[in-house]
């Protein structure tokens, strides 16, 4: 036992490194009460550090902890897209005044975000459902706090609330769903249940409901319709640091848990006559269609509901709900096309997506205004910001030659090779609509005129480095993509794997 606990350990090291620097960054936050940039450095060092350890695990496929948790190329896909964008945030808050302007509780910050990192990392590795519950809680526990995080703006203590509330709502329905698969099958190990599932003896009525509550936790955490009501007013809330990184890496996390889930328990590995790279449900349960339903209602709603906003990280709370239905459609598919697609979008996604937040920070850090019309005339204030703004924009609505029409690019091929046509049409239209909000706040920055005591907005060189790094991707990956198609290909190959 002890040795296999050891074996373990060694193939956990990015997670051990992640606990390491958490306890570190409490203690000097104890000690070195005058000098918090030492915590600051710990969080960063200890994210890099993990990240390089994610980087070692490449090629592997095991399983460790006794099946509770995988180490394969798909966890550590994820593991990667989540520290790369833990990293960006822990700059981020360098430069956030929601951050700076709290000195005495950054300690605590940068702590929970360690804490927030590790339970992502575990989210994306869960091969048990009680696994999956852990993690999830750990991760959801620490984003409600840190929600709430300024807590001086009532708004902030009103998010942090209706986020916990949400959270204890779905995390109940997602283990009474757990508790009746669990009842049907013997078994909380996803392995363990596709076995006793290919069977053929479990109540499909039963099996439905299951399933459907296990989807609100997914839901919850991917921020899916209709399980969606708390991300507006958490995003809108929370410092722009941690809404940027739960639209980005929550989301990674939930997607990477609710893949596995579904596509270990649910199809069959067995069959033979389909073409390559094609999935068969069991006993022909088309969950797909259930999440199909889930991915027109998501991208639909926050599409339209975003037209409607004013307050820009509300806005981008909607168009990261859209984004989920954007990329449940690569779920649907049941391929390992449609997989890889999913995997490629969250590459471009964390860079586009970062990007605009960081914008938003940086604007509302010199105006105090996170509203649409206080970007009035930015694209004269501000040329670099303003045209980094229009790329950020423009890949997020999926136009060439951004990184983000390579990411719908990839979905919308795989769902027309698994001939979900009218899904790729509902798609395609959907990005129009989210064409016309973005174009909106493009409109203030170089077609209206700034305030008359309004002057230029600079900012420090390493600002402008910070968003270089998120900007030139977003451009690069739109012409030279193919190492992110490889490497999001090589990852779906060997998931599922026993």
């Known amino acids: 036992m002890v040795d296999q606990i050891l074996e373990s350990l060694s193939k956990f090291l990015p997670e051990t490194t992640l606990v390491v620097a958490f306890c570190l960054a409490l203690i000097a936050d104890l000690v070195f009460r005058k000098n918090r940039g030492i915590v600051t450095a710990l969080s960063l060092l200890g994210v890099v550090v993990s990240l390089l350890f994610a980087f070692q695990q490449a090629g592997m496929s095991l399983s460790v902890f006794s099946g509770m948790m995988a180490v394969d190329p798909f966890s550590v896909f994820f593991k990667i897209v989540i520290g790369v964008s833990a990293v960006f945030i822990i700059l981020f808050s360098l430069y956030s005044h929601d951050v700076q302007t709290t000195e005495r509780r950054k300690g605590e910050y940068f702590s929970l975000l360690l804490a927030l990192t590790l339970g992502m990392y575990l989210m994306a590795g869960a091969a048990n459902l009680l696994m999956m519950v852990l993690a999830l ?3 959801s526990l620490t984003s409600y706090i840190l929600a709430g995080y300024t807590k001086e703006a ?3 203590s009103e998010a942090s609330l209706k986020y916990i509330i949400y959270g204890a709502l779905s995390s109940g329905l997602m283990l009474y769903g757990i508790s009746i698969i669990y009842g049907l099958t013997g078994a909380t190990n996803i392995y363990g249940i596709n076995e006793a599932l290919s069977t053929g003896e479990v109540n499909e009525i039963t099996l439905l409901i299951a399933s459907v509550l296990i989807i609100a936790g997914f839901g919850y955490k991917i921020s899916a319709v209709p399980f969606h009501f708390w991300t507006p007013d958490v995003y809108e809330g929370a410092p722009v640091t941690i809404t940027a990184f739960l639209s980005v890496a929550s989301k990674a996390a939930g997607f990477a848990m609710m893949i596995r889930f579904f596509k270990v328990s649910f199809l069959d590995s067995n069959v033979v006559d389909l073409p390559s790279g094609m999935w068969s ?6 969950w797909n269609s259930i999440l199909a339903v889930l991915s027109v ?10 037209v409607w906003q004013n307050n820009l990280k509300r806005l ?10 954007y990329m449940l459609m690569g779920v649907v598919v049941l391929s390992d096309k449609g997989l890889a697609a999913v995997l490629i979008y969250f590459v471009v996604y964390l860079f586009m997506n970062l990007g605009a937040f960081y914008i938003v920070m940086l604007v509302a850090n010199k ?4 509203d649409i019309d206080s970007y009035k005339g930015l694209g004269y204030r501000s040329p670099l910001l303003g045209v980094a703004m229009v790329i950020f924009f423009i890949s997020l609505t999926g136009l060439p030659p951004t990184a983000g029409f390579i990411g719908k690019l990839y979905l919308f091929v795989a769902l027309l090779d698994a001939k979900w046509i009218w899904l790729a049409v509902v798609g395609a239209l959907n990005s129009v609509i989210s064409l016309y909000y973005y174009v909106r ?7 209206r005129d700034p305030e008359k005591d309004s002057g230029s907005i600079r900012f420090s060189v390493p600002q402008v480095a910070i968003l270089l790094l998120l900007l030139v991707p977003t451009l690069l990956f739109g012409l030279y ?8 290909n090589a990852s779906v190959i060997m998931f599922g794997v026993r």
Do not use: C, K
């Open 481 to 488: 993509f193919a190492p992110i198609v490889d490497w999001a």
């Open 154 to 156: 009532g708004d902030s």
């Open 297 to 306: 209602l998501t991208m639909t709603l926050g599409n339209l509901v975003a």
């Open 281 to 286: 449900s069991l006993q022909g349960f088309e």
């Open 316 to 325: 981008l709370a909607y168009s990261s709900i859209a984004h989920a239905g």
């Open 367 to 370: 105006t105090g205004s996170e």
């Open 137 to 139: 809680e750990l991760t």
């Open 441 to 447: 706040v493009l409109r203030n920055m170089f077609l």
